[in-house]
């Protein structure tokens, strides 16, 4: 799993690098992955803590909830994120219930008519997250990318050229 630095936390959730600080160290709504272990060192932040981040920020900004009173639904979301596949979020929306009641769901017409919610579309967050950590999209739902293709070409146009350059070198030309 792929870490970032307090800088790279900072650019992708939208919070000063104060902020920051103070969600996940001093108030501890949403801890690190990895504590600084002294003076120069920076905190480490999961793509799971990123995405926790994000949406403490929408409530914050767009809601203006208090997120100390919500410590613990961050805390249970975020361990429902680390047993989820960042593939899998796609497509799917959090629905908040109350403070110790949320679901991720593929449908939002399948959501209970009975119960208010507060509802978080997930793919605008997973796209920043995925292209600064590359960690890639389902192109088609239920499908999962095994190759990424962009590697390929590239290698493949390298090796014709060294092959290329040696056969150059060593004076054998091709052949039609």
């Not at 936390?9 to 902020?19: D, K």
């Amino acid at each position: 799993m792929r870490l970032v630095n307090t800088r790279e936390a900072s650019l992708l959730t939208g919070l000063s690098t104060q902020q920051l600080r103070e969600w996940t160290s001093r108030r501890a709504i949403v801890p690190a992955d990895v504590r600084p272990v002294g003076r120069g060192f920076q905190a480490q932040y999961s793509w799971s803590s990123i995405l926790v981040l994000r949406i403490a920020s929408v409530l914050r900004r767009t809601l203006n909830v208090e997120l100390q009173a919500h410590s613990e639904l961050l805390a249970q979301l975020r361990q429902g994120l680390l047993q989820t596949s960042f593939l899998a979020l796609w497509g799917k929306s959090l629905v908040i219930f109350s403070t110790a009641d949320w679901a991720l769901l593929d449908d939002l017409a399948a959501m209970p008519n009975d119960r208010d919610a507060v509802v978080v579309r997930l793919d605008p967050h997973l796209q920043v997250i995925s292209s600064a950590l590359a960690l890639g999209r389902s192109p088609v739902p239920g499908q999962f990318e095994l190759f990424p293709a962009r590697g390929l070409s590239n290698s493949r146009h390298r090796h014709r050229e060294q092959r290329s350059h040696r056969e150059a070198a060593s004076g054998k030309r091709d052949r039609p």
